[in-house]
């Protein structure tokens, strides 16, 4: 009988977007891939779905049911592995495991940005905190994707049985890449855009983390000096329609284009001049790697996840979320010399490469590798070290 393992995370386009190379990695090694999220999609590699109501509040009373369900699943399938995500995905997994892992389970975590961070309010500290260093002794694994996320788990002595540092969820390098310039301008066209039109791209939900007012406001202080310039905003969200009255306010809303959800921000970003971020808060932004692969130079606001893949002036420009006129600055300078573009995107493209499919494929396997047997001897079983 095929070992199994269960991948679980508060909702299931989660590992549609960003596990599916790793679920097939299991699937090839012979190995039964079962799925715990909410909702009903279609995910390959999959041998078992499960349909768990959980929520992103830790608040809702759905959880407690998705609690009891989990522990139910996780008892009758003897699960080798268990590898979970989210914030209450890794909270109820974790829970709901106890019982398993004294049996052999060996459960991973992947902390994909803790909400208590360098900067963060203090309810975030108080809040997430004691959860987070509670359930790390019910973590055979504890595994971060951003070095400051490392450096806190490792200083704060989580008890997690081993600690690693993987280089994020790893993007797709073959599908995201440098384009030639006549390509770009072909692409531009295709979109209904002008050869010279100065793109600007941001992938997010509208909320308030992502901060998409910022970016309005920085650029309604070029609307005379770049009026080629266009702000493409692709996603959905509680406050785009904010979005939308505030771009009228300000004046710029024939700059702004709000794109909605989109299923080919592969043709997308290549066809961009720069990226743009400006969130309050990342991980490792999955958007900034795929930007940095398409050799466009990154404007992003101060947070330790642009900051573990951006370097101020060297890969691109960080600057604080306070600071509207930096913001347009910064761009302005991107705007005016196609040489600063273009020596900066070939410094991402080259820095990007740690952070590939193949790349974090590599780290996982490995780690995933240590904990293939039930049976495995608990010395070996531990981390040897981190990748850094």
């Known amino acids: 009988m095929p070992k199994k393992v269960l991948f679980c995370a508060t909702v299931d386009y989660h590992f549609k977007a960003f596990h599916l190379p790793y679920m097939k990695w299991f699937a090839e090694q012979g190995w039964e891939v079962h799925v715990a999220a909410s909702g009903n999609m279609h995910l390959p590699y999959v041998h078992e779905k499960y349909d768990i109501p959980i929520q992103r ?14 522990t139910s699943i996780i008892n009758k399938n003897k699960y080798s592995i268990i590898h979970c995500h989210t914030p209450m995905g890794g909270v109820l997994a974790r829970l709901a495991a106890r019982k398993a892992r004294r049996q052999g389970t060996k459960v991973i ?53 081993c600690i690693e540092h993987v280089h994020g969820i790893g993007v797709d390098t073959e599908q995201f890449k440098l384009v030639k310039e006549e390509d770009k301008r072909d692409l531009k066209m295709k979109f209904g855009y002008k050869p010279d039109d100065f793109l600007m791209f941001y992938a997010a939900e509208f909320n308030k983390n992502k901060n998409q007012q910022f970016l309005l406001r920085s650029l309604a202080l070029l609307k005379d000096e770049a009026p080629n310039a266009k702000l493409l905003l692709a996603g959905k969200g509680p406050l785009m329609e904010d979005c939308k009255s505030l771009a009228i306010e300000l004046g710029i809303a024939d700059m702004v284009h709000f794109l909605g959800y989109r299923t080919d921000i592969a043709s997308l970003v290549p066809m961009c001049d720069i990226a743009v971020a400006s969130s309050l808060r990342e991980g490792l932004p999955v958007n900034i790697m795929e930007a940095m692969a398409c050799g466009l130079p990154v404007v992003a606001t101060d947070n330790r996840g642009h900051r573990e893949l951006i370097k101020d002036t060297i890969n691109g420009y960080i600057v604080s979320p ?33 952070y590939s499919i193949a790349q974090v494929g590599a780290e996982l396997n490995n780690i995933y590798t240590q904990y293939m047997l039930r049976d495995v001897d608990e010395t070996k079983s531990q981390c040897d070290s981190a990748y850094i």
């Open 109 to 161: 975590y992947t902390a994909h940005g803790f909400h208590f961070c360098k900067g963060a309010p203090l309810i975030n500290w108080l809040a997430y905190y004691p959860i987070e260093r509670g359930l790390a002794s019910y973590t055979d694994c504890l595994i971060t994707i951003n070095t400051e996320d490392y450096n806190l788990a490792a200083k704060h002595r989580f008890k997690a049985k």
């Open 57 to 70: 509040s830790p608040f809702k009373k759905q959880n407690f049911q998705a609690y009891k369900k989990l």
């Open 322 to 354: 306070k600071e509207e006129e930096l913001l347009a600055t910064r761009i302005l300078e991107c705007i005016q010399s196609r040489t600063l573009r273009e020596k900066i995107g070939i410094e991402n493209v080259n820095r990007v490469k740690k």
